[in-house]
């Protein structure tokens, strides 16, 4: 009988599993401490919208162009600048709320940014995952990818459009 975890036998699978998580989880917190920080700035439901708002744009209107600039491009590299840029937008959200310069426009702007790297980041990341399928693999890292973005409520196989079977 094969284990749910089996695909974590695998380095380099292992590594960009754990990866991904560590990077969803403080994805998540992001997520949290921004709508908390507009909350304290603004005590304002309308300021959180906006919040909302600025993520949900640049995400609808970049997923457009990049699976095109996915297939276009090495994908690596692309990971690799996206990640780059989400990690310096924390930074900057991080140290002006440190130094207590942070405004709500500052938070919108940077949450703008960040999705705009996050609309590039998601194809190259996912045309990666099949290059870890094999044929005892794919219900494994189907199930991986449960637990992964559990918390977002996302599985990695409701994009494969019935070639596997994620059950």
């Known amino acids: 009988m094969k284990s749910r975890f089996a ?3 695998y380095r380099d699978f292992r590594i960009m599993w754990l990866g991904l ?5 403080g994805s998540q917190m ?15 439901p309308l ?17 457009l162009i990049s699976g095109v600039v996915a297939d276009a491009r090495n994908r690596k590299k692309i990971l690799l600048i996206t990640q780059t840029f989400m990690t310096l937008f924390s930074l900057i959200l991080a140290l002006t ?5 942070i405004t709500p426009h500052l938070i919108y702007l940077l949450s703008a940014l960040s999705s705009i790297a996050f609309a ?15 044929t005892w693999g794919v219900v494994q890292i189907g199930h991986l990818g449960k637990y992964e973005h559990g918390v977002l409520g ?3 196989c409701s994009g494969n459009k019935g070639r596997y079977s994620c059950n």
């Open 154 to 156: 996302f599985n990695q």
């Open 21 to 25: 998580l560590i990077s969803n989880i």
């Open 120 to 134: 590039f980041d998601t194809p190259p990341r996912q045309a990666i995952i099949p290059k870890f399928y094999t």
């Open 30 to 44: 992001q997520f949290t401490g921004l709508n908390w920080h507009i909350f304290l700035l603004t005590k304002s």
């Open 47 to 63: 300021a959180l919208g906006l919040l909302g708002l600025s993520r949900f744009i640049p995400i609808t209107i970049f997923s």
């Open 7 to 9: 695909a974590l036998r």
């Open 97 to 101: 709320t440190l130094n207590k310069t």
